[in-house]
């Protein structure tokens, strides 16, 4: 494998861009054209002097895989290039760092967040799912006696682990800590693309959110209900990202779940938030503006594709956003967040972070638009946070670096997530006290009377 990251570096410092080019994964090639790879190398050059010779070279391990480090000498400056490969040698990752960051990232130790009373709570390994897709995870429940309220949180995109690492940070973690210290339990598991990314492939060509979110956070659920120690009707989704996206998809299809805590849940179409992402992101990495146009023209190629009901069902992996086959897109397309939101009779919550760029104020707008005359609905944007609800180091957007800052969800945001929770289970125990004609069911709706 070091033989083959050597080679690729040597090949882009001598300029030979098609030759590596041939080697990306299909769907990071829209992002690592041979005008791309160019001018991001040659935009280093200008920055720390050309490239001299190679150095050092390591493998580290990370929640995402081994990467290969190489470490090259610029006249100015040590970098690192950092290349992932997958299981037939397809780049899947390629990023330049300054010396020893992936190393620092993949060793850095999870120090807990000030809010966290350690003592308050302990921790078990569990098991979710059957089958061929059973899942590790992690229920966090307070000391006593309970019965607890719990929370299940559902990750973002991507092949997650139970802490929704990105190196250094891990944000799941801070949360079930957080709130297990407030005495409400919490349930996080590995998501199966994680665990399963071998098994998967062969399923590919119909895999949707269905198997990669929904039906594991269903089962996550069920098995909150079997645990003695939990409230089974106090059992909340948090949802972060993608999580957020389908939080309604898995209210709705569990209505007895009690509430549901969308966390920079995107409620636009999954292909215009990455057209968005993209945009921002290419304005900052590729100052060429004719190259950053020809790379925005690949992705709304591909977003028209995902858009057009005719040519979709035939369409290419490869010629669609993130090389996600066409299932996974005509299933999201008859998909509509907020629109299923509104036929839901839980309470909910909505957190923003107004620095976020990954999903924005224009999702969260949609949202309010939609729902914003229920009194069981809460809103929260919060300035200076980022799409992880951490503090942005010195200034109000976040960039892709600012995920490489060590860091923790803010204390605002936790304790915000649990007096919501305890203010629903407090309105829970009055009307069951008071006023037992006015819940339906499970669920609990409140009709309104006194």
Known sequence: MMDTAQQIVTQVAQGDFAAVEQRLAGHIKPFLSVDALRA??????????????QGKTSVVQTPQGLVQVVTCIFEQARLDVNVTLNDIGEI?????????????????TY?????????????????????EWILPATVSIPQGDGPFAAVLLVHGSGPQDRDETLPPNKPFRDLAWGLASQGIAVLRYNKRTKVYAASLKRERDTL??????IDDALSAVALLRARPEI??????VLGHSL???????????????????ILAGSARPLEDVILDQMTYVLSLSMPDPVVRQQQLAVVKQQV?????????????????????????WIDLNAYHPEKVAQTLKQPMLFLQGEGDYQVTRDDFQIWQDALGERDDVRFILYPGLSHLFMPIEGGQKATPATYAVPGHVAGEVVNEIGSWIKRHLAASAHAHLSCPECFDGPVLHHRGHP
């Open 40 to 53: 991001s190398w040659q935009g280093i050059e200008q920055q720390v002097g050309a490239f001299q010779e």
């Open 92 to 108: 899947v990752g390629f990023t330049i760092t300054p010396e020893g960051t992936v190393e620092q990232q993949a060793n850095a």
């Open 111 to 131: 120090e807990p967040p000030p809010y966290t009373e350690r003592e308050r709570f302990h921790e078990q390994e569990v098991q979710i799912g059957h089958g």
């Open 208 to 213: 949707t959110v269905k198997e990669e979110v």
């Open 231 to 236: 409230d089974t009707q106090q059992i909340f």
């Open 304 to 328: 028209d594709l995902v858009k057009d009901p005719k040519r979709l069902p035939t369409a290419a992996a490869t010629d669609l956003p993130l090389g996600v086959p066409a299932a996974y």
């Open 243 to 261: 999580g957020g996206y389908l939080a309604p998809r898995i209210g709705e299809a569990d209505p007895q779940i009690r509430g549901l805590i």
